[in-house]
């Protein structure tokens, strides 16, 4: 681990003054990704600014069909909220299979969103759930926030405080775990809204997306059979270790067909 300087913020402005102020600091919130990368000497960030303290990027709301998440709200909290549970089942379902005990005990919401990784659970429920990413700016929607592998739409100095998800009809999320890291080799979020179905893939591709054509199936009949006129464009899909294209590809029909057949399963719930 390379020499660093550890600052730990009082207040939210404070933390941004302090990585405006030092180009090459980063913050530090779970740590799930940057203290390995430390560890390995990966990254040589001049000044840490740790976020732990602030409780105001913390806790978990409901307003207005709108699902709130404070950036800093854990993983494990996330699973085990009522009020998660309440408003969309999948997503604490989601935060539930994320990684290891470890791993959900410490990371954060917010933490993975902010880090974009391309096999990462989090940013299929915000791009499938039409999600707001509000940060000490602004509000930045889905659709425009994940640009590629490991970067996302925010600025320097910009930092992460909530999550706010548009709550749906009914949603489902399945994934195929890597064994040893428990992250998604494919992994597949349907959310149903009144107006429209969305479909994210995360962990077959540079980062996150939405599968348009599998919308565009389920969005003229909500059934299997519409699935089965659809499939993934190969030569989009990595080859690597964990799988190649072609079985990436077959991963993507097979947990887009089990997520929506969990959605089905759901009763519906009736629009606000």
Not at 43 to 61: E, F, K, N, V
Not at 100 to 129: F, K
Not at 172 to 187: D, E, L
Not at 220 to 246: I, R
């Amino acid at each position: 681990m390379y020499e660093t300087t550890y600052f730990r913020a009082s207040s939210l402005e404070q933390a941004v003054a302090w990585l405006r102020e030092h180009e090459e600091a980063r913050p530090l919130s779970g740590g799930m990704t940057l203290i390995p990368t430390l560890k390995q000497r990966l990254a040589a960030p001049s000044h840490l600014i740790d976020l732990t303290r602030l409780d105001a990027l913390r806790g978990i709301s409901v307003a207005n069909g709108v699902l709130r998440v404070g950036a800093l709200t854990r993983h494990a909290e996330v699973a085990a909220s009522p009020v998660v549970a309440q408003a969309i089942p999948a997503l604490a379902q989601l935060a539930s299979v994320i990684a290891d005990p470890q791993v959900r005990n410490r990371g954060t919401m917010g933490g993975s969103v902010a880090n974009n990784d391309p096999a990462a659970d989090y940013p299929s429920a915000v791009l499938a759930l039409n999600a707001q990413v509000v940060t000490s700016e602004r509000n930045i929607a889905a659709d425009d926030y994940f640009v590629d592998t490991f970067e996302t739409a925010l600025q320097p100095g910009e930092l992460v405080t909530a999550i706010e998800y548009a709550i749906p009809l009914r949603a489902a999320y399945t994934k195929f775990r890597q064994p040893a890291s428990g992250y998604a080799v494919v992994g597949v979020f349907i959310a149903q809204y009144a107006d429209a179905v969305r479909v994210a893939v995360t962990g077959a591709g540079a980062s996150v997306f939405r599968w348009f054509d599998a919308e565009a199936a389920l969005n003229a009949e909500l059934s299997e059979a519409s699935l089965a006129t659809v499939s993934p464009d190969l030569d989009t899909l990595p080859d690597d270790p964990n799988g190649s294209a072609a079985y990436r590809g077959h991963l993507i029909q097979t947990y887009t067909r089990r997520s929506l057949q969990a959605l089905i399963a759901q009763p519906l719930r009736q629009p606000a």
